[in-house]
């Protein structure tokens, strides 16, 4: 038994009972308690009179405490019990991860990843499951940070607990993308192995005015669907792109945001790709050359930490002498040679708006491309 399930058990209880009581583990831990229940010590005796066990599909799950006395258990804890076991049975077999899902998301994942299927073919498979792919809609690419959310590495987990973990997940992202997008609920949920989850997301009517409004709304949808997993996240969100063959594209987009996003501002964030700028056609189409000239620029002037640091913060502070000496603590005329032998180096005078953005993209794909 999980929290969630324990939570939920312990709400529904409550609104039917004001008897105290807990929901626990198969070892006695506490998970969920009403509010009024005093025990404060775990994990909790098993084999008291106060303790019934629950089961699903006549396995031990779990055990219902009581904060009570004997003959208050005796009156009402059957009916209790049958109930937590009832809520169990319904939460489980609503988190149950179809076989018509399972291939929904090998079939997405297989027209994004491989060659293997064509734009016609994924229109018509998708199509056979009620699925309209002529909606306008934008890939949001969903990481779990956390390992141990799906019991990813975890041999000893029960049967089907990742699958319905996974299913809770999807229905959890869904349900929070209609509650937050009321008109707009033609959503596609599909898991992508590991901890990743693809959305996505239905952009209405008229997607190319929506798309502005809806980048107002991420940070907040973040946050949203953060505290409805309970667990770490970070998201990537490509750019609407019409037709099939744009949900290819705004996949790829909101991989390449999600990726450069954490490599330069950490995880547990959300980033779009148009946030980049500028800067996000040149990651979507990285390649080696790409990588060798801005290494073999960086490296010039690499051996100098120097050249390379007051080069960084001269970058940082937006071109401005005063600003960038006061924040190294050197002399106006030192950072000014420094820059010069920066020119010297690489042929690009960071002091030239041009060359310096050509010594940020250099210094971004470094960082980047690790």
């Known amino acids: ?79 209790l019990k049958s109930m937590a076991e009832l809520i169990i049975q319904q939460i489980y077999y609503s988190n149950l991860l179809t076989s018509d899902e399972k291939r929904l998301d090998q079939i997405v994942y297989d027209y994004l990843n491989t060659e293997n299927m064509t734009q016609k073919d994924f229109n018509r498979v998708l199509n056979s499951f009620g699925i309209d792919l002529n909606l306008p809609r934008l890939a949001m690419y969903v990481e779990i940070e956390e390992p141990e959310y799906l019991f990813l590495f975890n041999k000893e ?9 996974i299913t809770r997940v999807k229905r959890s992202i869904q349900n929070v993308l209609n509650s937050f997008y009321t008109h707009h609920k033609n959503n596609i949920i599909t898991y992508l192995g590991s901890g990743n989850f693809l959305i996505f997301k239905d952009m209405g009517d008229e997607p190319l005015t929506y798309q502005n409004e809806f980048k107002k709304t991420l940070n907040s949808l973040y946050f949203v ?18 037709g099939i063959a744009g949900l290819k594209e705004s996949y790829e987009e909101s991989k390449t945001a999600l990726s450069f996003g954490k490599q330069i501002w950490g995880e547990n964030k959300i980033f779009h790709f148009d946030s980049f ?11 080696e050359n790409n990588i060798k000239i801005s290494k073999n620029l960086i490296n010039k002037i690499a051996s ?67």
Request: proline share 3%; with cysteine.
């Open 1 to 79: 038994m999980d929290k969630e399930l324990g939570e939920k058990i312990v709400n529904n209880i409550s609104r039917f009972s004001n008897k105290k009581c807990a929901a626990c583990d198969t070892l006695g831990n506490i998970i969920a308690a009403t509010k009024d229940f005093s025990i404060e010590h775990s994990p909790l005796d098993i084999k008291s009179h106060r303790s019934l066990p629950l089961f699903y599909e006549r396995k031990k799950i779990g055990y219902l405490y009581f904060d009570e006395n004997r003959s208050t258990i005796k009156e009402i804890g059957g009916v």
């Open 157 to 165: 987990v029960i049967e089907g607990e990742r699958e319905k973990k």
């Open 225 to 242: 669907i953060k505290d409805e997993l309970r667990t770490n996240i970070t998201i990537g969100v490509g750019g609407f792109q019409p």
């Open 277 to 287: 700028g500028v800067v996000a056609p040149l990651f979507s189409g990285v390649n």
């Open 304 to 370: 100098n930490k120097e050249l390379l640091n007051s080069l960084k913060e001269y970058l940082r502070n937006d071109l401005s002498l005063s600003a960038t000496s006061k924040k190294l603590k050197i002399h106006r005329n030192t950072l000014v040679y420094r820059l010069e032998r920066i020119l010297n180096l690489t042929g690009l005078d960071p002091r030239s708006f041009n060359d310096a953005f050509e010594l940020q993209m250099a210094l971004l794909m470094e960082k980047y491309n690790g």
